[in-house]
Each structure stands twice: as structure tokens, then as C-alpha cells.
């Protein structure tokens, strides 16, 4: 198992926390898994396997598992088929070294220019928290946990480079993880991960 890994899949459940919390959606960490009772923001998994132990009683005991529920198994071990589940995707967790600052964006600091839903005000008031964007319309969002950067909400064209320095920038010394499709070019995959879905 890569160093970092463990320290990626927290760092990710660390995020949807904050965004669960955000709503109003507060969840619970466990032993083996984060899970949230309530139905979470679109995009954000209801639970999230913390450990490679983790079993499907782990995730699933804390949620509600009616149709829409998701499940993050970040270790790609879980087979949910039996209790209705199927696989939405599959990505890699990903991992880069601490970076060197260069190319700056912009810190989000005006809740007016948020996007709209998932992205609530108080993310802005977090301080281990921080939403990015340039003037191309590329944009990411950074949080920090342990002594990592996770990063997350990837988009636009060619975003990447403007993030790592940005990270370098604002977290010097700390490597980044997160997770994609496929490893941006300079990261490294560290493990796999499903994510699972009840219709």
C-alpha cells in the first residue's frame, strides 16, 4: 500500500464532511467509516470506506440505503450487489509531491461567486478550507487534513499546473492528494477506489 494512501482516502472524507456540514448534513467518523445518516449533497457519497478492512455492514449501517444512496469504497474491496448496489465509476487516488510556487489564481473570498448548490458560504469561513479559480474559468477546491493537500472539484482546460502551484503557494511542503479518471501528469496513482450506487 502506498504511504500516502490512507492519508488520501481520509483527507477525501474530511472534505465531504465539510461540505455535508456546510448543508446542515453533519456525519460520523468511524472506526472504518465515515457515514452520514441524512442524504447528502448531489455528487457526495452517502458513505466512505476509511479502511481496507472495511466491510459492506461498515458503510451501509450508517445510511440511509434507499434509492439514490452512494457509497465511496476507497479501496475498491466492497461488493455491495446484494444489498442493490451497483458500480457508478471507477478512478484512481492520486498522489504529487510538494510542489514549488509559481503560477498564482485566485483564493475565493466572495460568497457571490460561488457556483451555485453545492458550494455553500460558510466553505469560505473554513480555514482548512479553500476554493480556487483563475481567469480562464478553471477552478478547484483545497483541504487540508493530516499533512496533506486534498484536492477536488477539478475543472476547466489544462487547470492542473495553476493548481499545483497554487497549493505549493498556500500549503508549502505538503504533497497533494485526491483522486481522477487518470493521474494528472507529475501524480502518481496510489490505489483504486468504486463508487456505488442505488437506483
Known amino acids: 500500500m502506498h504511504p500516502r494512501l490512507l492519508e488520501a482516502v481520509r483527507n477525501n472524507a474530511v472534505w465531504c464532511e465539510a461540505v ?6 453533519p456525519g460520523r467518523f468511524g472506526e472504518r467509516a465515515w457515514t452520514n445518516p441524512a442524504r447528502t449533497p448531489m455528487h457526495y457519497p452517502d458513505a466512505i470506506s476509511l479502511a481496507p478492512d472495511a466491510t459492506a455492514q461498515d458503510v451501509l449501517d450508517g445510511i440511509d440505503t434507499s434509492s439514490g444512496a452512494s457509497v465511496k469504497d476507497s479501496f475498491a474491496t466492497l461488493d455491495l450487489s446484494a444489498a ?4 457508478l465509476f471507477e478512478a484512481r487516488w492520486i498522489h504529487r509531491r510538494a510542489g514549488t510556487p509559481g503560477e498564482e489564481w485566485q483564493v475565493v473570498t ?3 461567486i460561488l457556483p451555485e448548490g453545492v458550494f455553500r458560504p460558510n466553505l469560505i469561513a473554513d480555514d482548512t478550507i479553500t476554493l480556487l479559480r483563475d481567469t480562464r474559468g478553471n477552478s478547484a477546491a483545497l483541504n487540508t487534513s493530516d499533512s496533506v493537500v486534498g484536492v477536488s472539484n477539478v475543472s476547466g482546460d489544462n487547470p492542473w499546473p495553476g493548481i499545483v502551484a497554487m497549493a505549493a503557494r498556500l500549503h508549502p511542503g505538503r504533497d497533494l492528494v485526491g483522486y481522477e479518471d ?3 501528469d507529475g501524480f502518481t496513482a496510489i490505489g483504486p477506489l468504486r463508487v456505488w450506487f442505488k437506483d
Request: proline share 12%; net charge negative; aromatic share 6%.
Open 20 to 25: 455535508c456540514v456546510a448543508h446542515g448534513l
Open 84 to 87: 442493490g448496489f451497483t458500480v
Open 110 to 112: 466572495d460568497p457571490g
Open 182 to 184: 487518470e493521474a494528472p
